[in-house]
């Protein structure tokens, strides 16, 4: 209850906004929607760098959400193209203006060491169409996925797997190249050749077999920017995924990686209100829980959302959840530290009549009502960090552990 008091009355009390407002101490930064949308054209088709911020940018620009990483006055690398003097002035935990943004020298083609990648690794988005000298080629499926996440493309442009001899071996990206579809390509094959047009993702120590948390699941997991919060963290989320999806993903992640954690978010996608087509979905999350937690994970599982936009599904969601919270109490019995946790957001999002607790919809949600906040997002980071300290929980709600195993 205390954290999630203390982050409400923090960010709900509009810190940000006021900033834009010339409140003391902060720089107000004059921001135009003709500034935003020189950005796309600056960074569209004929561009090499992308901001890290872009994948956020281009979701608020599309479809009116909101939630990427910004700097103390609430401005992203928008704000840093037209004011390149202020350039690493404005920092905060979850923003650095010279590794995230193209017009402070950083960005997808940024090469330096990146304070949010595992072991501080160097990841870029090359500028020809192989890796410069003392470069690597990304040349795993984990390391592919997860790097775009780094190099501000969104996990819905991760078009695939393939084994292709006549397309570049390993992780590669397209932009109006001939015969390729835009987005990032992984091919597995074991030559494979460059092709003109087409741009390697590069790197330097940035190995998923040290990487310690794994973030696998829907947009909601895609939409976190889960790196500023958890640095050398992965983060595999795509979009619209189902447990359908991340079920013929899990012996990946299973065979390249071995996190300590896993943070899953998987089901709101499945959930129709039918029950039959809820209750396949109960069985693939466990299988796929199960496989982590087999190779040595402990996972975390984020429950359902008190969607504003999605109220006809609540008794679905809550049978979800209350399916895995069973599920957690019965693999906790006999263990010290359970293998699995619940994070119950729809109650901690609640309070006893239903309604939302202690803030309003537009604070939680984006105007889509379905995505969260950074707000939102902010809580999650919270509760996560939380789950994962030392007191052993079976289920938490508002960050108080309410079951023990």
């Keep these: 209850m205390e954290v999630m008091a203390v982050a409400f009355a923090h960010f709900a009390a509009g810190d940000v906004a006021s900033c834009g407002d010339g409140a003391p101490g902060c720089t107000s930064h004059v921001k135009t929607s003709s500034l935003l949308q020189n950005n ?5 088709r004929g561009s090499t760098c992308k901001d890290y911020t872009k994948q956020f940018d281009e979701a608020e620009y599309k479809k009116g959400v909101a939630f990427g990483a910004s700097d103390l006055d609430g401005d992203r690398c928008t704000f840093y193209a037209e ?5 690493g002035n404005f920092d905060d935990e979850d923003f650095i203006a010279n590794e995230m943004c193209c017009s402070c020298d950083g960005g997808s083609t940024y090469k330096g060491a990146r304070s949010l990648a595992v072991n501080g690794a160097n990841v870029f988005l090359s500028q020809g169409d192989d890796c410069p000298t003392d470069f690597e080629p990304i040349s795993t ?10 190099l501000g493309i969104s996990g819905d442009d991760y078009n695939g797997a393939g084994s292709e001899s006549d397309w570049p071996k390993g992780c590669y990206y397209c932009k109006g190249t001939s015969n390729c579809g835009d987005g ?14 087409t741009r390697r993702l590069c790197h330097k120590n940035y190995l998923a077999a040290d990487v310690d948390i794994l973030f696998v699941g829907d947009s909601d997991i895609d939409y976190w920017d889960s790196s500023v919060g958890f640095p050398g963290s992965f983060n595999v989320g795509v979009g619209g995924y189902t447990t359908n999806d991340v079920i013929k993903e899990v012996d990946q992640w299973v065979e390249e990686l071995s996190p300590t954690w896993v943070v899953l978010v ?3 996608n499945d959930v129709n209100g039918k029950r039959a087509v809820t209750e396949k979905a109960i069985d693939r999350f466990k299988t796929i829980a199960n496989k982590f937690i087999a190779n040595g994970a402990r996972v975390i599982y984020l429950g359902t959302k008190v ?7 609540y008794e679905e969601y809550m049978f979800y959840d209350e399916a895995l919270r069973a599920f957690a109490t019965e693999l906790s019995s006999g263990t010290e530290k359970p293998p699995f946790q619940m994070i119950d957001v729809f109650r901690s999002f609640t309070n006893t009549k239903g309604g939302v607790k202690a803030t309003s919809w537009s604070q939680l949600y984006n105007s889509d009502g379905l995505h969260m906040s950074r707000l939102g997002y902010k809580l999650w980071n919270a509760w996560v960090k939380v789950a994962m300290g030392s007191t052993p929980c079976v289920r938490w709600a508002d960050a108080i552990c309410v079951e023990s195993p």
């Design 141 to 150: 499926v984990a390391t592919c996925r997860a790097a775009l996440d780094l």
């Design 266 to 268: 998987a089901g709101e």
């Design 184 to 197: 990032v390509w992984f091919n597995s094959h074991s030559n494979g050749e460059t092709v003109a047009g």
């Design 307 to 313: 969607e504003p936009d999605s109220k006809e599904l």
């Design 83 to 87: 004011n390149k003097d202020q350039c």
């Design 40 to 44: 796309f054209v600056r960074q569209g």
